[in-house]
T-cell receptor, first 115, second 111 residues
Framework: EAQVTQNPRYLITVTGKKLTVTCSQNMNHEYMSWYRQDPGLGLRQIYYSMNVEVTDKGDVPEGYKVSRKEKRNFPLILESPSPNQTSLYFC??????????????FGNGTRLTVT | GENVEQHPSTLSVQEGDSAVIKCTYSDSASNYFPWYKQELGKRPQLIIDIRSNVGEKKDQRIAVTLNKTAKHFSLHITETQPEDSAVYFC??????????FGKGTTLSVSS
């Protein structure tokens, strides 16, 4: 089944403890992206990658890191999480670099709480 | 950069009524406008999209219209049903890569 898989689904951590949220897609998509969803703020892009070893900042990149060493994986790294990073995170992927070429496929989301 | 405004933030309708959600965008170079539906506790999923060379597109009970001159586009849902209750996001693509989302509209359909 074609899908975007995120892990974990739920994560509670403490301020300053490094964490990684994994994202993997099995559709051979070039483009991958991370969004955070907060009430009243919609979906805001954190980072995106147009292909292997190519990453770029989105609208809210502060406090996050990403890497794209393989086409299928795009982990989101929080080196020193803070409470303002408590949010619902979505990974998404699509074919190609142009948004109009194919729809974004979203993962199931990761609910992160930082205390 | 691109900015997408979405209204209203909440919308309540009776089953069978129509619902309209409106979005405006700021970058006249944007050329792709998708709509995503997110049911409670689930991922956003594409329901319809429109490109800048088309003024209207329909898919059964949903339709999207685009006014490039005014830089706004709208989602129309006719004969609403309880299963249409969800959060709807509009988006616009800038420079063919980044999708900029609106803040979302929570639609509630009561029977």
């Amino acid at each position: 089944e074609a899908q975007v898989t995120q892990n974990p689904r739920y994560l509670i951590t403490v301020t300053g403890k490094k964490l990684t949220v994994t994202c993997s897609q099995n559709m051979n998509h070039e483009y991958m992206s991370w969004y955070r969803q907060d009430p009243g703020l919609g979906l805001r892009q954190i980072y995106y990658s147009m292909n292997v070893e190519v990453t770029d900042k989105g609208d809210v990149p502060e406090g996050y890191k990403v890497s794209r060493k393989e086409k299928r994986n795009f982990p989101l790294i929080l080196e020193s999480p803070s409470p303002n990073q408590t949010s619902l995170y979505f990974c998404a992927s699509r074919f190609g670099s142009a948004a109009e070429r194919s729809p974004l496929h979203f993962g199931n989301g990761t609910r992160l709480t930082v205390t | 950069g691109e900015n997408v405004e979405q209204h209203p933030s909440t919308l309540s309708v009776q089953e069978g009524d129509s619902a309209v959600i409106k979005c405006t965008y700021s970058d006249s170079a944007s050329n792709y406008f998708p709509w995503y539906k997110q049911e409670l506790g689930k991922r956003p999923q594409l329901i319809i999209d429109i490109r800048s060379n088309v003024g209207e597109k329909k898919d059964q009970r949903i339709a999207v219209t685009l006014n490039k001159t005014a830089k706004h586009f709208s989602l129309h849902i006719t004969e609403t049903q309880p299963e249409d209750s969800a959060v709807y996001f509009c988006a616009a693509s800038q420079a063919g890569t980044a999708l900029i989302f609106g803040k979302g509209t929570t639609l509630s359909v009561s029977s």
